[in-house]
């Protein structure tokens, strides 16, 4: 009777463990598909960005009468 509640105790921990570990992995692919989507984002302004800053600075020189 004893090692029949140890076994099932162990089991039950077994499972807890094993959905922990599920939802952590859940939360790390999380954190890592955020992460991946602000160095997309970061890579689009470091590539294309100073194309529309120069814009943005000729715009306002030509309509402050710089130009």
């Known amino acids: 009777m004893n ?3 140890e076994k099932l ?7 807890a463990g094993v ?3 599920r939802k952590i992995g859940k939360i790390v ?3 890592q598909q955020a992460d ?17 800053l120069v814009g943005c600075a000729l ?7 710089w130009l």
């Not at 105790?9 to 499972?15: C, D, H, L, Q, T």
């Not at 715009?59 to 009468?65: M, P, T, W, Y």
């Open 9 to 15: 105790e162990r089991n039950v921990r077994r499972a």
């Open 3 to 5: 090692q029949e509640k």
């Open 36 to 52: 991946n989507e602000k160095a997309s984002a970061l890579k689009w302004f470091f590539r294309y960005g100073w194309i529309v």
């Open 29 to 31: 692919a999380e954190e």
């Open 19 to 21: 959905s922990a570990l």
């Open 59 to 65: 715009s306002l020189a030509h309509f402050a009468g």
